[in-house]
């Protein structure tokens, strides 16, 4: 039992088949006890990715869209049931700006972080440190540097 931050390419993989899936889903399954929780942002950025993964060119990675449309229709069950979403306010659009400033980002991967770290410090009062789950390295490498603990689920085939 343990919580979790996952930015949006990590929570994608558990609707995908793709590396890392079989581990995000155990760790997403509510028999783990898990505490979920995402950014407000990934509630676009994954269902842009589903959509573009049922345009993709190269038909070994596509998805028909009426997979795409009951993937998108299942993630936002799950967001509602299962996870805890991070709302994305003024002050973490303020925040992810500043993180522009030492670290090379695009803008939802400083939101995502910004994200996380409001979670973070808010948890921290009561002695919880969430693991931060991500499959872009660059971001897992700043958010370590960042001070928070990190997994890839790239790294769990």
């Not at 898990?34 to 990934?42: D, E, H």
């Not at 998805?63 to 229709?73: G, K, L, M, V």
Request: hydrophobic share 45%.
């Amino acid at each position: 039992m343990g919580t979790y931050f996952l930015d949006t390419l990590a929570i994608v993989k558990r609707y995908v088949v793709e590396t890392g899936q079989a581990w995000v889903a155990a760790l997403c399954a509510p028999s783990s006890a898990n505490t979920i929780i995402i950014s407000q942002a990934a509630l676009v950025e994954a269902v842009a990715t589903f959509c573009r993964k049922a345009q993709e060119a190269d038909t070994t990675k596509r998805i028909s869209e009426a997979e795409r449309d009951r993937i998108i229709a299942l993630f936002r069950q799950d967001m509602r049931r299962h996870y805890s979403v991070v709302q994305v306010t003024t002050n973490v659009y303020t925040h992810a700006g500043d993180l522009c400033r030492p670290h090379k980002l695009r803008a939802y991967n400083a939101v995502q972080l910004a994200c996380a770290l409001t979670v973070r410090d808010k948890l921290a009062t009561v002695g919880i440190a969430p693991t931060f789950v991500c499959a872009d390295a660059d971001l897992l490498s700043v958010a370590a540097m960042e001070g928070l603990s990190t997994e890839n689920p790239n790294a769990h085939p």
